[in-house]
Structures are given as structure tokens and as C-alpha cells.
């Protein structure tokens, strides 16, 4: 069984159909890749998945249970975590309490506990700050735990950005452009990183990315959209020969050099 | 149960704090104008850290915090007035009986409304706070007890400064408690990136609801209290110039920070009070003026509050063992927009 089933997706705004007959199947442990120019829809579909957009028509199954319609949060709960095109950190917030504010939903201490600092406050405590600092030193975050999370800089608020998507513990992780703006040297790191998490996590991951170097040394299999559509998938090696691609990428015309 | 180092810290401070006010009274330096004062001001602390809480921590703007205050003083006030006999089992019930009608009312206003993001809180509670006013000038018509646009006097004045300190010192416990819980964490990150938060599986509407309930809960415990220290309510004390005065309190003192909330509270009626004495009869003229003034020059000064986003270290957490540790800045709630 898939672990994420899109089927004939759609989102209209207004007039404009924003995404339009998407179908996705992600199998268990898989990279897969969303290309395609700018405004092609990659970011909306994340937003369909993660429940920010209420979808127009079709359906999203994850785990086998249909969850379009769905509260961002509950998705989340049910195992869907994100990253941001443009980071969404909690700013002002340390990096330890980004990462620790999404153990939320799995605290197992209630109100009174919290006001009493009762002895299962005290144990939960200790257990969400031991795995929060392993989680921040599997992502070489731990000896800024206590800085503000805007005081980071760029590489690390990506990658702290990540660590507390992760906090959530996803079975599917959607990236979305984790390498913009940053040198080869950083996207070959981000490429090693990905690998790593995803081992190490079980993880399904679907990435958003521009970074050609990234997407064609990561992923196994690449889907690209044009104007809201689905215009090719296949590997890596397949898309880049592909005409279609091509097309959309760089115009009618084109051809490789 | 273990008691932090830091809470045993707080603790003694408290108790010189304490010990200082006491020696003050006897000796006669603290007059019974300015224990009143003093009083009074550590009302608004417990109201002011309620509205720290909902609008420092968790980022929702309300302008009608001053009604909460009011419902649960009339409450508190009118059961004490009519079934109350003085005694200090009589306050408690009434006070809770106060906390919890205004915990209930903005639970009902909440729901709805808090479903929204962005500023509808700060809308709907403004409009609340007319409708409180103009209910406690009316309110003599269906229950008399209640005075009216008269006011109304007569509740037994049961509190004093013992009893206030340390019911202001519970407070400041229990906030700090659920600050740093996981429910305070959910609190701040709503504020840090409302979707962001929703994203990360925090059920938004819910803690956005339960930190205005609780915020709102202590303007009523603290209109509850005041009613027991000041004989005479008027709707006139609840109108949207003390709603004002707490927000003023909380961004003067920093979003964000109980230490900033708790000092500029205390500071600020004192301030009114010399203001008062300085001025004399002008002083009510001058209010307007005078605060509009602090609120500029505080701005242009410190934009970001006295203590924005900085807790005393008594206040916080243990600080974690880090072996390396690059930043200066040491875990906190953190500051507001």
C-alpha cells in the first residue's frame, strides 16, 4: 500500500486553476521530487496536502485513511511534517523550544500537572529535553539549544527547520526547496543530510527543489508540473532528456547543448 | 515533589519583600494611603500577568480586559455583600466564584471568535468592554444590589496586604508554571507563526481559547480581590481606560516577560499615585495627556518594552548543562512581535 495516494487533485482560485488533475503514489521510503517552474503549483500542492487549502475536487490518502478536509494539525498528527519555502521558525523563541513546542501533542502530562510541576510533569520534561537535544545533535544544532532562533544563521535555521519537523516524528517529510539560496558545498551537505534523516527516520520524503544538483542526486524518481499539471515523471535520467521538460523549463525550441 | 532551587530563591525574596513592607507599616513610613496603594497595585500584577498571558505569550490582542476585571469584582462583591459575613472563607468562595464567571464568559466569547486569526479578538473584546459598561450602569434595574451607575459599596473589606501578597505570589507561581510547560511552549509558538504552529500539530483555536480563559480568569480573580480592598465599585473604574492601563503595563514592561509585566505594574500605580499627588485636582484632566506621553516617549526610547522577552533568572527553568555554549542569550519564552 502507497503511503501517500493523490488522486485527480484540484485547486482552484477563482478562475485559476492553480493545481489541476494531480495524482501522486509515494511508496515507503522513497525520495521523490517535485519540479517544475515558478508557479507551477509545487508549493500549492504541499498546501493541499498539509491542509492549509481545502482541495477543490479529488482525494488524499495517507496511510489508507482519506485526509483532505483535515485541520493542518490533525494531518500533522497523523504523521505529515513540513518544511517552508520561506522559513517559518518560531522566531523569537530558542532553538531548543522550536524543537520542544512540537512534542506537544504527545506530552503525557495534563494541566494540573503543569501548574503543580507534579512528578509526571517532571519526568515528561526530562524526556521531551533528552530527545529534543538528541534530535538537535543528530542535526548538529546542539550547542546553539539555547540561542534565539532568529539569531541563526541561514544553513542552520534550514536545518533547524528540520529538526523540528521531525520533532512531530513524520512518517512522510515534504521539503520544500531546503536548498534555495545556498552554494554547492551546503547542497551536497543537504543532499547528505536528507539521506541520513531519511535512514535514520523511516521517512517518506517529497522535495520541492530548483537546485538540479540536488534533485538529480537525491531523488528516485522526479514528478514535473507545469500551469498546475502533472507534464512528466520518471528518474532522473529520463527528465532530463525529456523534450516536454524541456519545454516548459526553457522554452519551445530547446535542446541540450 | 521537587522544588527547584529557583522556586526556593523566589521564595526567600518574596519573604524579604515581605519583611520589608511589614517593617515599613510598623514603623509608620508605609501610611495607610500608600499601603492602599501598594495594595491595589499588586491587584494589577495578578490582572496584568493575565493579559501578559494572552497577549504577550500567546500574541491575541484584547482591548476589554478591564471588563473581566469588572465582572469579577461585581461578582466577587455582590456575594460577599449578600451572603457573605466577613469572613475569610466568604472571600475565597467569592473571589473564585469572580475568576471563574469571567473565565466562563470569555470561554463563550473565545470560542467563536478565536477561531479567526489576526486582530477580531481585539475588535470583539473592545465591544465587549462597551457592553459591560453600559450593563453595570443599567444594572441597578434588574438587580438592585448592584448599584448601578451609582456604584456600589458594602462588600466586607476582608482583604489585606497579607492576604493579597500572597495570593499575588501564587499567581506568579502558577503562570510561571504553565509558561514553562508544554502548554506555555504551545502558547508562544502561536505567537512566534500561528501557521506555522498549526503545521507542527499544535491545536491553535484551543490554546489560543485557553490562555485568553485563564488571562481572562485572573482579571476577574484580581477584580475580585480588589472589590475586598476597596469599598466602593463604580463601572466607571471597569471602563476602557483601565483596560488602557493593563495593556499599557504589559508592552510597557515587554511582551512577553512576567519580570517586565510584574515590575512596570507595580511601578505604574505608584506612579499614578505621585502623579496624583503632584497634580492634585488636575490630575484627572491630565491623564489622558500624561499617558499618552509616557506611551510615545517609552516607544521612542525602548520599543521593545522594559523587559521584553527577559525573565529575571529566578523566574526560569534551570539553565541547561551544555557542555559548549555559543550564544549569550539564555532560554526564554521570548518576545513578542
Not at chain 2, 73 to 90: E, P, Q, R
Not at chain 2, 98 to 116: D, E, K
Not at chain 2, 282 to 295: E, H, Q, T
Amino acid at each position: 500500500m502507497p503511503v501517500l495516494e493523490i488522486k485527480a487533485l484540484s485547486k482552484n482560485f477563482g478562475g485559476l486553476k492553480a493545481v489541476n488533475n494531480f495524482q501522486l503514489e509515494l511508496e515507503e521510503g522513497e525520495i521523490v521530487g517535485l519540479i517544475g517552474p515558478n508557479g507551477a503549483g509545487k508549493t500549492t500542492v504541499f498546501n493541499l496536502i498539509t491542509g492549509i487549502y481545502v482541495p477543490t475536487g479529488g482525494s488524499i490518502m495517507f496511510g489508507g485513511e482519506q485526509i483532505n478536509g483535515l485541520p493542518p494539525f490533525r494531518i500533522c498528527q497523523r504523521g505529515i511534517a513540513r518544511t517552508f519555502q520561506n522559513i517559518r521558525l518560531f522566531k523569537e523563541n530558542s532553538v531548543l523550544d522550536n524543537v520542544r513546542a512540537v512534542f506537544h501533542p504527545r506530552v503525557r502530562y495534563n494541566l494540573l500537572d503543569a501548574f503543580l510541576r507534579s512528578p509526571r510533569y517532571n519526568a515528561e520534561e526530562e524526556r521531551i529535553l533528552a530527545e529534543s537535544m538528541e534530535l538537535l545533535a543528530t542535526l548538529n544544532l546542539a550547542d546553539r539549544a539555547n540561542q534565539k532562533a532568529s539569531s541563526l544563521p541561514y544553513g542552520d535555521q534550514r536545518r533547524l527547520e528540520i529538526a523540528r519537523s521531525l520533532a512531530s516524528r513524520p512518517k512522510l517529510l515534504l521539503l520544500d526547496e531546503p536548498a534555495a539560496g545556498m552554494n554547492p558545498g551546503e547542497v551536497s551537505r543537504m543532499v547528505d543530510l536528507v539521506r541520513m534523516i531519511k535512514e535514520k527516520f523511516n521517512l517518506t520524503v517529497l522535495l520541492i527543489e530548483h537546485q538540479m544538483g540536488m534533485v538529480m542526486n537525491l531523488c528516485e524518481r522526479l514528478v514535473v508540473m507545469d500551469f498546475g499539471q502533472i507534464i512528466a515523471t520518471g528518474t532522473p535520467a529520463e527528465i532530463r532528456d525529456n523534450p516536454v521538460v524541456l519545454e516548459a523549463y526553457l522554452g519551445k525550441g530547446a535542446t541540450v547543448a | 515533589m521537587k522544588i527547584s532551587r529557583q522556586t526556593i530563591i523566589l521564595l526567600i525574596l518574596a519573604a524579604v519583600f515581605y519583611a520589608l513592607v511589614k517593617c515599613l507599616q510598623l514603623t509608620g513610613v508605609l501610611s495607610q494611603y500608600w499601603q492602599l496603594v501598594l495594595d491595589q497595585a499588586l491587584v494589577t500584577v495578578i490582572g496584568a500577568l493575565g493579559l501578559s498571558l494572552i497577549y504577550g505569550f500567546t500574541g491575541q490582542f484584547s482591548l476589554g480586559h478591564a471588563a473581566f476585571y469588572g465582572l469579577g469584582a461585581y461578582t466577587a462583591g455582590v456575594i460577599d455583600k449578600v451572603y457573605g459575613n466577613g469572613s475569610i472563607l466568604f472571600f475565597f468562595i467569592s473571589i473564585l466564584a469572580g475568576a471563574l464567571l469571567a473565565g466562563l464568559v470569555a470561554l463563550i466569547i473565545g470560542l467563536p471568535i478565536l477561531r479567526l486569526r489576526s486582530d477580531y479578538l481585539g475588535i470583539a473584546t473592545l465591544g465587549f468592554g462597551i457592553i459591560v459598561r453600559v450593563g453595570m450602569e443599567n444594572a441597578n434595574k434588574v438587580i438592585p444590589v448592584l448599584g448601578g451607575a451609582t456604584g456600589m459599596s458594602g462588600t466586607p473589606q476582608t482583604a489585606n496586604f497579607d492576604l493579597i501578597f500572597v495570593l499575588v505570589l501564587v499567581v506568579i507561581l502558577l503562570v510561571r508554571n504553565f509558561i514553562f510547560s508544554t502548554y506555555g511552549r504551545a502558547c508562544t509558538s502561536i505567537r512566534e507563526d500561528e501557521i506555522a504552529a498549526d503545521l507542527m500539530g499544535i491545536d491553535t483555536t484551543r490554546y489560543k481559547v485557553l490562555s485568553f480563559v485563564l488571562g481572562c480568569a485572573l482579571a476577574g480573580l484580581a477584580g475580585g480581590i480588589y472589590a475586598h480592598r476597596y469599598p466602593f465599585l463604580h463601572p466607571a473604574s471597569f471602563d476602557f481606560l483601565k483596560s488602557f492601563d493593563f495593556l499599557l503595563i504589559v508592552v510597557l514592561g515587554g511582551l512577553g516577560s512576567m519580570t517586565g509585566t510584574i515590575f512596570t505594574a507595580i511601578g505604574w500605580g505608584f506612579l499614578l499615585e505621585v502623579l496624583r499627588a503632584v497634580l492634585g485636582e488636575n490630575f484627572i484632566d491630565w491623564r489622558g495627556v500624561i499617558y499618552a506621553l509616557i506611551l510615545i516617549v517609552a516607544i521612542i526610547l525602548r520599543p521593545q518594552g522594559l523587559f521584553s522577552g527577559k525573565e529575571l533568572g529566578l523566574l526560569l527553568p534551570r539553565p541547561l548543562p551544555l557542555t559548549t555554549t555559543s550564544g549569550k542569550e539564555r532560554t526564554h519564552a521570548g518576545t513578542g512581535n
